[in-house]
């Protein structure tokens, strides 16, 4: 079964650090971008950042320079270092992953974690 698995949420002090990481697990084709949202309360889901196939990558203006994606594509996991946090990136992230082909011939499909939570004390 194909799936996100996320994982590095927890509770830290504002300046902290934290890092998650999301695994793709299963067998699959191909994966687009694969990047990380947040929803924190009574707000909507939002970009952090997402790396492109290639490597490019993209960032809310809100964490440049405190936050760094990096991807492993030969196990399909995406890590997001967080830096410098602040009690604004208390939320729940959530890893994506676009555009998955199980195989050759399926459509491509959109996955999500499950959600793991950052809780940044000030």
């Known amino acids: 079964q194909v799936q996100l698995v996320e994982s590095g949420g927890g509770l830290v002090q504002a300046g902290g650090s934290l890092r998650l990481s999301c695994a793709l697990t299963?067998?699959?084709?191909?994966?687009?971008?694969m990047g990380w949202y947040r929803q924190a309360a009574g707000k909507q889901r939002e970009l952090v950042a997402v790396?492109?196939?290639?490597?490019?990558?993209n960032y809310a203006d809100s964490v440049k320079g405190r936050f760094t994606i990096s991807r492993d594509d030969a196990n399909n996991t995406v890590y997001l270092q967080m830096n410098s946090l602040k009690s604004e990136d208390t939320a729940v992230y959530y890893c994506?992953?676009?555009?998955?082909?199980?195989?050759?011939?399926?459509?491509?499909?959109?996955?999500w974690g499950q959600g793991t939570q950052v809780t940044v004390s000030s």
């Open positions: 994506h992953a676009a555009r998955v082909r199980l195989t050759i011939d399926t459509m491509a499909v959109d996955y």
């Open positions: 299963g067998s699959i084709f191909s994966v687009n971008n």
């Open positions: 790396m492109v196939t290639g490597g490019n990558t």
